[in-house]
């Protein structure tokens, strides 16, 4: 059973700085990528011609095909690897470089565990069974409501504690996990539902001058500036790009997507969803391009 444990409030003239990540950060070290998952996902079902021809499809559709339509299977299967997954030699370094450059909130898209293991390296969970890292904003929430939108990781490293937000599922509550646009889409449905509900609450804190507590990761993103880092951002990923349109319709702060060789048509979307896009020639190290990034950032992060 998660614990209840609420996020530290702060007032609306405060901005949290948040950053928003993904595998970017593991590819640096390794070449993991969604087209090997997927592959992987798929077994021996398709040649390698017929795999050209699917990877046409955006990932969630590809995600469907990839598995036969039986992606609850595929990712139960999966979910055990992505648990196993280690931290790999300097990942840990980067880890933490990022951490300590001074964010509010950490949310990762990966359902995997490097993040913590870097942190806590005595950071373990299991299929089906509760966690003490495990914590929840709230109660009297149906399970599945929870799982999406209230629960975090607290995770102790060194001297603090870090508090990291699993946004599409973690690998231990397999059907946490969402990949297939029918997940997508159910997921998208509660953010539309909370958000309505946060926004109200945000802009009563607003004009009595009172604290506000955030209750999910969407809090961080409408409301906070926000980093992207090491988190491509697709096209495809419709629960983000609607949080992004969302804020600049309805929320606050700012958002920067960091990538490079980012292609034409992503840079006019991400601007028309009010986020700035930073991008450049691929580097020759990933490594460096994102130690790079958090050390700039470091500075901004502490004003």
């Known amino acids: 059973m998660n614990m209840l444990r609420y996020m530290q ?14 595998n970017g950060l593991h590819r640096a070290f390794e070449d993991a990528n969604w087209d090997k998952l997927l592959r992987n996902l798929s077994g021996s079902r398709f040649s390698d011609e017929k795999w050209g021809i699917l ?41 933490k470089k990022a951490i300590n450059t001074g964010f509010e ?19 373990h969970v299991a299929i089906g069974k509760a966690s003490k890292y495990r914590k929840k904003t709230c109660k009297d929430k149906p399970k599945a409501e929870t799982t999406a939108l209230y629960n975090y990781l607290f995770v102790p490293n060194e001297n603090s504690e870090t508090i990291i937000w699993h946004i599409h599922g973690e690998a231990a509550i397999p059907d946490s996990m969402i990949i297939g646009h029918y997940y997508y889409g159910r997921l998208l449905s509660r953010i539309q ?3 309505a509900e946060t926004i109200k609450r ?5 004009r009595n001058g009172d604290l506000f507590y955030p209750r999910s990761w969407v809090d961080y993103i409408l409301f906070g500036n926000v980093y992207i880092v090491g988190q491509g951002m697709d096209q495809s990923e419709m629960d983000l790009w609607w949080l992004m349109d969302c804020k600049k319709l309805y929320g606050k702060g700012t958002a920067v997507l960091y990538k490079p060789d980012m292609p034409q048509e992503q840079v006019m979307l991400a601007e028309a969803c009010g986020v700035t ?4 020639e691929t580097p020759l190290s990933f490594v460096e391009y994102y130690e790079g990034i958090f050390s700039k950032l470091n500075g ?3 004003d």
């Open 105 to 123: 909130a950490i949310l990762t898209t990966n359902y995997s565990y490097e993040i913590e293991k870097a942190l806590c390296p005595g950071f």
């Open 300 to 302: 901004d992060c502490q």
């Open 277 to 280: 896009p930073e991008t450049g």
């Open 193 to 195: 539902t909370y958000t």
């Open 202 to 206: 945000y802009k009563i804190a607003e």
């Open 9 to 22: 409030p702060f007032y609306t003239d405060h901005t949290p700085k948040v950053l928003l990540t993904g």
């Open 55 to 95: 990877k046409k499809l955006p990932y969630p559709q590809l995600a469907i095909v990839a598995t036969g339509n039986h992606l609850n299977t595929g990712m139960k299967e999966a979910s055990q690897l992505y648990i196993q997954s280690d931290v790999l030699p300097g990942e840990d370094t980067l880890i």
